[in-house]
């Protein structure tokens, strides 16, 4: 946040529509992206009540639980969901490419594509979890077994949520979020969670404006929540005597009927926000790093489908090397995500300049050709003045790269009272002594410099598990699912 | 946790006090634990005690290594040794791009090298977290981790496997640490690495002993109270020095401006609230802003002389602070200062961290703000601001803080299995306001 | 303090609403309204008047919320609490005793409250010395500015090593030691009622109040499960906030003073809007989640065009500007600030400016159509 994102906040208000964040889309969108709505029972911790799924948005799939207490019936749910996110996944690979050999020498390949999964709202992806943690660590024989797709389910469902909390990662992604990166409302960042009333603002029906739409998505009459959370109206009013129903029925499939009808009813106006949503993103133009970072999505996915059938399941909590070495990995990912945002996206790079980290301007004098010669063998040092109004609040000495071609990098020599920035550039301008041409910024061009992604650090060592340290509590017991994983209540 | 720092009787004076505790921790080093943790509140003589156990450990002949947090802590450490122990041979383990200083380089007993290999003959050798994280190899009899409640356990578990035995030295009401991303996954989880290096320590450790100082040598006596009661309120300290022991005097009187009373308000209490109308404002409150940057500068006019058990010196410029807590106010009242204030260190309380002078002016966190935000609350930012100072401190601020406080929704999520963090920073921020209340010049009487 | 008087009158002849825990730890949540300190201090049933404004409180409870949560709590007190004592046993390790157990609720049933209070009172006394005791559905006291509140609490106050300790039934999960957090605040700020409830009963007896342990149990369904888990909760931050709140609560009656004499809530008055507005409210988008009057302030506080409508983080952006209309017409210049704002407004106008600059690389890039509208709001200025 900052009095940009305000600042397009007031514009909304004033104008009666949602005002951009963004020039160019920050994020992947597949092709066939698998989109998910999924409902839990209310005052349950993961029980599953229905979920419309499907990768097109005329071709709804809907799964769901007429009686979400019975536990077989939670576990026939299970695999049916299995069947169709696993096949999402098998078929969503892609040719794969081969890599240059690793430094080992061991062979290196990565899949052409990966499986999307867009679900509404943050909870969404809690309730994700949650199902992917419930049956993980379900045994496939013996007592308590269930279908062998369910613990695949699980397995791959907690995958795809760690994987959501890496910043810049689009694997699974909520559509509340992703939609809020791009545009600012005219409302708060609470009512902004309801879907519907987020798109309100962004793209209002016919005939209505940003709050007079977002008014009617809070009516949860005409306009359902988006889920996993129903509304207790519903719950109670309707869906209650409808299970009950079922319950009584004993089995002549009208009393299910009956609950699958007015779930869909719930699911069906968000499967098409969703889908709403889909088209509105996929008209911006993709983010330059938009394609590295999914590429890292795709090396992830890679490893961990080909790799899927040596593993476990998760650990229920991170021992003490791996949430270190994981903190660390989500560290770097957000530095980079915020620095490559701000590179592909001028008006992202704007916020950092209202902050002070960047700056905008003019270059008034450009030495080229500058050496200096000072240390034992001259060295190319090209000096650049830039004229800005920014409010800068970087200090002389701070190291910055250039905006458009990051690999220009540079400190701040002098900083002008009258907004003049000296800056003597050390580096990305080709290995001779003359600068490659065209690649320091000429006198009156505009240019942008900022310290993002400048102090960009190695990748970190930690300890083997193995090696855990006495003041970490020594090397954990490894981890092998029980008997009491498998047979843990469901209920 | 076996809890050594049992306070001695009042008839103690500081000095045996602090003696008494830093010989525990001595004795406490040959008795065969892994660890040992040492708290210390502002000023309590840390690095002098890490200086001691430090030369302690080299006569008996053990190989250390000494784990600092930046690089400017690790030459400070180096300066110390080097210049009480010049027998001790010590090596500085540094990055390429490091330029060792020349208070390093002036003594004869220290090497610096990028390599351990390098300093393998050295008694000592110091480096920063970041530096030890690259090891891979070796490992060292005994460490010292210095400012270890500002080090993230993630960074413990990294240099961890290279000493055998440890001792902690370290300020827990100081700034915790902090991440950009979402940290929720591990909460409540003993090895959490977002916990304090020495709260993880101790989770796994639970009979280590640990020490606290009981004297802070740096805050005077108008201070340690205050700020023992605020920040400290379960782990309370006292001042080394007397009431009478200290004095500031200014060589020029004052002419009756705010500035001049609010400044010998300060000079005759220890403390002063600069207090501006009530007004909500940016961070970057042009005002109070105006008025840090004016107090500063108006202190240095009046040539402040510091009176003390160290002797009679000026306060000059190098021995004020201002602290702020964000960035762009740093800026914006470096600028304000002028020429006349140029060489006045003005800073955000995590810089200020560990660094000591004779009078502060502080802007305050709150100050002007319409809400309290978790950030501005958190009493290690306050306690950072309020406790570098040797004689006084100016607090400025705009009137409507308590107010604020009183305002401020409770609603922060519990998560289960954490310890409470005490001081609660509401807390502590109540209990600075109420004592700065009696020390109030408002600007426009 | 309030006279009785005066809070009939704003309550309009209605019986006072009585507080339970949940509305108690409620008062803490935006201390800073007068509306809502006068309304609670004066027991408004603010639901009623919500409703009756047009803006009723969306906080409906879903029945299978409601049957799960009176299953698990009576599974786990089920035979004198059988359950929770083997988990106080087996879980936590704790040298738990042979127990007394009683339940405080189920007798005659047209009893009063201060008679069922006066029980709970003797219980607790005679207890004071003994050990191993647990007291379901105690009837506890606490003063809200000068009215006297009764706390039903489904909780059980349980002795060991003569300190009391607060169990709080919840059946929200708590899975692989996670819960949560927004609902372990919540029992944590709820059990903290207790707690202080408690703690004053004891002072009343003469006995020493921190025998009440700070300490409370929070026992919940573990996983997926019905079986429940305990964990230790430390209440203290809660205790605190508490404490002061309700100190400061007494303050409503200078509110009280300021209003006007004949000011009423009276749920059949024609000028219930204007009596509420009378008020003023301290509306943020967080008012949603704990207030029954959010939505009318909310609609309140967007007809003025208030900032505060967009939060508080937009609000601390915006200096001291309260009024959306204010602060766009600093950021395009057509506002002269006052020197009270001229930093905000310099600091808008430069926002306004990279905006425009960056929209305008974008558009002359082939950006996203809807980069136009921002261009309608700010004209550039020359």
């Not at chain 1, 029906?205 to 709050?211: A, R």
Request: overall charge negative; proline content about 7%.
């Amino acid at each position: 946040m900052s009095a940009l994102t305000s600042l397009a906040q007031l514009e909304a208000v004033a104008t009666g529509r949602a005002q951009p964040l963004a020039t160019v889309r920050h994020c992947h969108l597949a092709a066939e992206p698998l989109v998910m709505v999924p409902l839990k029972l209310a005052g349950e911790a993961a029980a599953p009540l229905a979920v419309m799924l499907g990768t097109r948005a005329g071709d709804p799939v809907l799964l769901a639980v007429p009686q979400p207490r019975n536990r077989d019936l939670r576990f026939a749910f299970a695999a049916d969901l299995a069947k169709l996110v696993l096949e999402h996944v098998e078929a969503s690979r892609g040719r794969t490419e081969e890599l240059p050999p690793a430094k080992d020498g061991e062979e290196r390949i990565r899949y052409g594509d990966a499986p999307q999964i867009l679900v509404p709202n943050r909870a969404g992806v809690g309730f994700l979890r949650m199902l992917g943690r419930s049956t993980r660590f379900r045994r496939t024989e013996g007592p308590h077994a269930v279908d062998p797709s369910v613990p695949r389910l699980g397995r791959w469902l907690t995958w795809y949520a760690d994987r959501h909390d890496r910043p810049g990662s689009c694997l699974l992604m909520t559509m509340t979020e992703t939609l809020r990166l791009h545009w600012a409302t005219g409302q708060s960042s609470l009512e902004d969670g309801n879907l519907a009333a987020l798109l309100g603002w962004i793209d209002p029906p016919e005939g209505l404006d940003g709050p007079a739409a977002a008014a009617r998505a809070e009516d949860p009459v005409e306009s359902p929540p988006a889920g996993p959370a129903t509304d207790p109206t519903f719950d109670n009013e309707v869906l209650a005597p409808a299970i009950a129903a079922y319950d009584r029925d004993g089995g002549d499939g009208r009393a299910e009927e009956r609950v699958r009808d007015v779930l869909a009813a719930q699911l069906t106006p968000t499967w098409d926000l969703m889908w709403r949503a889909v088209g509105l993103l996929r008209a911006l133009p993709e983010g330059a790093a938009v394609g590295g970072r999914w590429e890292r999505d795709r090396d992830a996915f890679t490893w961990y489908h080909s790799t899927f059938d040596d593993g476990h399941p998760q650990a229920r909590r991170d021992p003490a090397v791996r949430a270190a070495r994981r903190l660390h990995d989500l560290e770097r990912a957000q530095d980079a995500y915020d620095a490559q945002r701000a590179f592909d996206d001028p008006l992202v790079m704007a916020e950092h300049r209202l902050s002070g980290q960047a700056f905008g301007g003019v270059v008034t004098e450009s030495d080229p050709a500058r050496l200096d010669e000072s240390g034992k063998r001259p060295k190319l040092r090209p000096l650049l003045r830039v004229s800005t109004e920014d409010p800068l609040q970087l200090d002389v000495g701070a190291a910055v790269c250039n905006a458009a071609r990051p690999a220009l990098k540079g400190k701040i020599v002098e900083i002008g009272a009258a907004g003049g920035v000296l800056l003597e550039l050390t580096g990305g301008m080709g290995r001779k002594l003359v600068p490659e041409p065209g690649v320091v910024p000429e006198v009156g061009e505009r240019v942008c410099f900022t310290s993002l992604g400048v102090g960009s650090w190695g990748a970190a060592k930690f300890p083997e598990a193995e090696d855990t340290p006495w003041t970490h509590g020594g090397p954990p017991a490894e981890y092998v699912p029980t008997d009491d994983d498998a047979a843990e209540d469901w209920s | 946790m076996i809890d050594t720092g049992a306070a001695p009787g009042p008839d103690t004076g500081p000095g045996a006090a602090a003696d008494a505790v830093v010989g525990a921790v001595l004795a406490d080093l040959s008795r065969g634990h892994r660890g040992v943790v040492v708290d210390s509140p502002p000023g309590a003589g840390k690095s002098t005690l890490v200086v001691r156990a430090a030369a302690h450990l080299a006569a008996a002949g053990e190989r250390l290594m000494i784990v600092a947090q930046t690089n400017e802590q690790v030459d400070d450490l180096i300066e110390r040794i080097a210049g009480k122990h010049p027998d001790v041979s010590i090596g500085r383990l540094s990055a390429s791009t490091y330029l060792p200083a020349a208070r390093v380089t002036a003594h004869a007993s220290v090497r610096v090298a990028t390599k351990a290999d390098d300093l393998a003959d050295r008694t000592v050798v110091i480096a920063t977290a970041a530096k030890w994280a690259t090891l891979t190899d070796g490992t060292w009899p005994w460490a010292i981790v210095d400012e270890a409640y500002q080090m993230r356990s993630d960074m413990l578990l990294r240099i961890a496997g290279r000493f055998e035995r440890a001792l902690f030295v370290g300020d827990p009401g100081q700034l915790d640490p902090f991440s950009t991303v979402e940290v929720e996954r591990w909460a409540g989880l003993t090895w959490d690495p977002m916990r304090s290096a020495v709260s993880v320590l101790l989770a796994h450790n639970p009979d280590l002993p640990v020490h606290r100082l009981p004297v802070s040598w740096r805050l005077p006596a108008s201070a340690a109270p205050v700020v023992s009661d605020a920040f400290y309120p379960f782990t309370r300290f006292r001042s080394g020095t007397g009431p009478g022991d200290r004095r500031l005097e200014y060589a020029a009187g004052g002419m009756g401006t705010t500035y001049d009373r609010a400044l010998d308000e300060a000079a005759s209490s220890g403390w002063a609230l600069y207090e501006l109308p009530a007004r909500h404002a940016l961070r970057t409150d042009g005002q109070a802003i105006q008025a840090t940057a004016a107090l500063a500068v108006r202190l240095l006019q009046r040539g402040g002389v510091a009176h003390s058990e160290q002797g009679s010196a000026p306060v000059g410029a190098d021995r004020i602070a201002v602290g702020a807590a964000h960035r762009d106010q740093v800026t914006a009242i470096r600028a304000a200062l002028g020429e006349h204030g140029a060489s006045i260190t003005v800073d955000t309380a995590n810089r200020l961290q560990g660094r000591e002078y004779d009078v502060t002016v502080v802007l305050h966190p709150l100050s002007g703000r319409r809400d309290a935000t978790a950030f501005h609350l958190e009493s290690g930012r306050l306690c950072v601001l309020a406790s570098r100072h040797r004689h006084a401190c100016v607090v400025v601020a705009r009137a409507g803080i308590p107010e604020l406080l009183d305002a401020h929704p409770s609603t922060d999520p519990v998560h289960l299995g954490v310890p409470v963090k005490f001081p609660d920073g509401w807390e502590a921020n109540q209990s600075m306001l109420a004592h700065l209340a009696r020390h109030r010049v408002r600007a426009h009487d | 303090m309030m006279h009785d008087s005066d809070m009939q009158r704003l309550r309009g002849g209605a019986t006072p609403r009585n507080h339970d825990a949940r509305t108690i730890a409620a008062l803490t949540a935006n201390p800073g309204c007068a509306r809502r300190g006068v309304m609670d201090a004066a027991g408004v049933d603010k639901d009623a008047v919500a409703r009756r404004l047009g803006f009723p409180a969306p906080f409906g409870q879903s029945q299978f919320a409601i049957t799960r949560g009176n299953a698990f709590e009576a599974q786990v007190k089920a035979d004198g609490c059988a359950e929770l004592l083997t988990l106080l046993r087996d879980r936590l390790g704790l040298d738990v005793p042979e127990v007394a157990y009683d339940d405080l609720e189920v007798v005659g049933g047209n009893e009063s409250r201060e008679v069922r209070h006066a029980r709970t009172r003797r219980l607790v006394e005679r207890a004071l010395g003994g050990e191993g005791t647990l007291f379901d559905h105690p009837l506890l006291r606490l003063e809200i500015a000068g009215q006297t509140a009764y706390l039903e609490p489904d909780v059980i106050a349980f002795q060991l090593g003569g300190r009391f300790h607060i169990i709080e039934i919840k059946s929200f999960a708590v899975i692989d030691g996670q819960a949560e957090p927004e609902q372990v605040a919540a029992a944590a700020r709820q059990s903290a009622v207790y707690v202080l409830a408690l703690r004053r009963l004891l002072e009343e007896l003469g006995a020493d109040p921190g025998r009440v342990s700070h300490e409370v149990f929070l026992v919940c369904p573990e996983n997926f499960s019905n079986r429940p888990a305990a964990t230790p909760l430390d209440v203290r931050p809660q205790l605190a906030v508490l404490e002061r709140q309700l100190a400061r609560l007494t303050r409503v009656d200078q509110i009280v003073g300021g209003l006007p004499d004949d000011l009423t809530f009276d749920l059949e008055d024609a000028a219930l809007p204007e009596a509420v507005r009378t008020v003023d409210a301290r509306y943020a988008p967080e008012c949603m989640a704990t207030c029954e009057m959010a939505f009318f302030c909310r609609d309140e506080a967007r007809a003025c065009g208030a900032t505060a409508t967009l939060g508080k983080a937009v609000r601390d952006d915006l200096g001291g500007v309260d009024a959306i209309g204010t602060a766009l017409a600093l950021a395009d210049g057509s506002l002269t600030p006052s020197a009270d704002l001229a930093e905000t407004a310099e600091r808008l106008r430069t926002a306004a400016r990279l905006r425009r600059e960056a929209l305008a690389a974008a558009t002359a890039a082939g950006g996203p159509a809807t980069a136009e509208s921002a261009y309608a709001v700010i004209p550039a200025t020359a």
